[in-house]
């Protein structure tokens, strides 16, 4: 039986004297979905076949918060958009901090045990060469050709920094931008939305960059591997939705499992709650085919979601799949993820 284990965030509203503000906690959803056929490894333990079938329905349980904002002098209001990996023994987690007087910035944190998570020290990323200013949704991952780490995220322009140890906060280089500033393509057609959440995956010869506008669009550039982090082109239209642009939000994720491509999308639901739809192709710069991808048979939503205890939540937000496989390829082993 695979499983996979998505760390997301959960949208809960609470007035306050400035109005409406979001507060969010860090949960974690297994899935256990797919009963696995492929071949088995000289270990015994089951191995990836060429091409890996995903399940067209999935079912999730919940727990409770495991990562919420603490009582220090940032006085934070939420804690969202996390990006984890599990590398050397311990899990890193990057993810955006809301805050009424300082707005959006980054944090980094680390633990062995998600036991333990909520004890975990805040690294705030301001502190480093990352800056102070609008920093958010960021994605982190290995360039084993590079032999460095990548932190994705957005600036108001797509924008990275680069560490050579992802447990030395203090690494972060000064950001740096993939466009110098926010390409045609996506200024023709972003109406009155914010062009973010940026996500590069590679395969063997090219990097992907992925993000969305808010506005029923989500964008594809790419470069070549060994131009990477150069060279991207002119963003293209890879999906869109006109008709309803809250069914193709932002918060998109790829996946590489056994060769197929998952696609996650965020979007706003009739009942305006928030929740993930899914596609699949064979190759990232190819054609996106449905999976689950409605309300009615969601990727993940609070209807398919058993939750530990108190329903916490209607809405299921901006996330990302725990990966044990660190590097640029995104690959999700479904047969021992974690």
Known sequence: MATYYLLIRALVYEPNPFGLIMLSSLYLLLATPVVWAGPTDRTGVKALSARASLPSTFTWS???ALIGPKEDSRNLDAIKDPSIVQYDGAYHVFASTVSE???YNLVYFTFTD???????TFHYLDETAIGSGYRAAPQVFYMHSQSLWYLIFQNGNA????????SNPDGWSEVETFYESIPSSVTENIGNGSWLDF????????CYLFSSDDNGHLYRSSTSVTSFPSGFGEPTIALEDESNIYALYEASNVYNVGGEYLLLVEAIGSDG??????????????TWTPLADSESNPFARSTNVNFTGTEW???ISHGEVVRSNVDQTMTIDTCGLV
């Open 62 to 64: 919940s727990t409770d």
């Open 313 to 315: 939540t209607k809405s």
């Open 273 to 286: 709650y928030r929740y993930f739809r899914s596609w699949t192709t064979s190759n990232l710069d190819g």
């Open 199 to 206: 996500w590069t995956i590679c395969d063997s010869s090219d």
């Open 159 to 166: 924008a990275y920094s680069t560490n050579l140890d992802i």
């Open 114 to 120: 998600f036991s333990s998570a909520n004890n975990a």
């Open 101 to 103: 007087a300082a707005g």
